[in-house]
């Protein structure tokens, strides 16, 4: 699934569907993820790495790439939901490195990510969001997704697919 991210054909930001060929650009923007989550350089072990490629192969974890004129910026990330796993996709992520932020890269990737789980059957999309993350909350509110439960700091959100996801 390769999709422009508005109707424009020369829009600067592509999606696109991440495969096993995409692994490399995949744990370069997990390490970037990672070291930005614990203030430190990090890198993505490689016991990791061989649970990601086992969950890959058996479909137990998806992911996307953003493009922003070319260039690989950010991922989605996410897998079927472990409580209702056959109609529930968990979006277990989105990421954009700092440098490419605020360019409407994270829209994008969440409505590839809803795209993609409406075309694999599922009904619902259910995402967990820092109760401080303003642009997460933004991206969420804007696609329709509607408050399921609100903890201490994060908060869990679920979008029916279908009636907002075009
Ligand atoms: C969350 C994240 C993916 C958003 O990516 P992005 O490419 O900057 O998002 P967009 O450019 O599509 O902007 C989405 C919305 O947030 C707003 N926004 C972006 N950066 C913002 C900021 N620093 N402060 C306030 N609003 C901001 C945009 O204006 C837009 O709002 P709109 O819907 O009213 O137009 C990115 O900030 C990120 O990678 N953060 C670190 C990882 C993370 O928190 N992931 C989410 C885990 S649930």
């Not at 016991?47 to 910026?73: A, M, T, W």
């Not at 969001?129 to 201490?152: F, M, Q, R, T, Y």
Request: charged share 30%.
């Amino acid at each position: 699934m390769e999709k422009q991210s508005n109707q424009k054909n020369e829009s600067p930001i592509v999606v696109r569907q991440g495969r096993f060929d995409d692994l490399g650009i995949y744990y370069r923007l997990t390490n970037r993820d990672l070291s930005e989550i614990h203030k430190r350089p990090c890198e993505i072990s490689d016991f990791s790495k061989q649970v990601v490629e086992r969950d890959l192969g058996s479909r137990r974890l998806y992911f996307g790439i953003g493009q922003l004129k070319g260039d690989d910026v950010g991922y989605w990330k996410g897998e079927p939901d472990e409580i209702n796993s056959n109609i529930v996709f968990f979006g277990g992520g989105i990421y954009v490195l700092p440098e490419f932020r605020n360019q409407g890269v994270g829209k994008a990737l969440k409505q590839h990510q809803m795209d993609f789980a409406k075309s694999q059957g599922y009904s619902h999309l259910r995402t967990i969001i820092d109760n401080d993350n303003i642009p997460s909350l933004k991206i969420s509110s804007g696609i329709g997704a509607v408050l399921e439960s609100k903890g201490k700091t994060q908060s869990r959100f679920i979008l029916k697919l279908g009636e907002h996801s075009k």
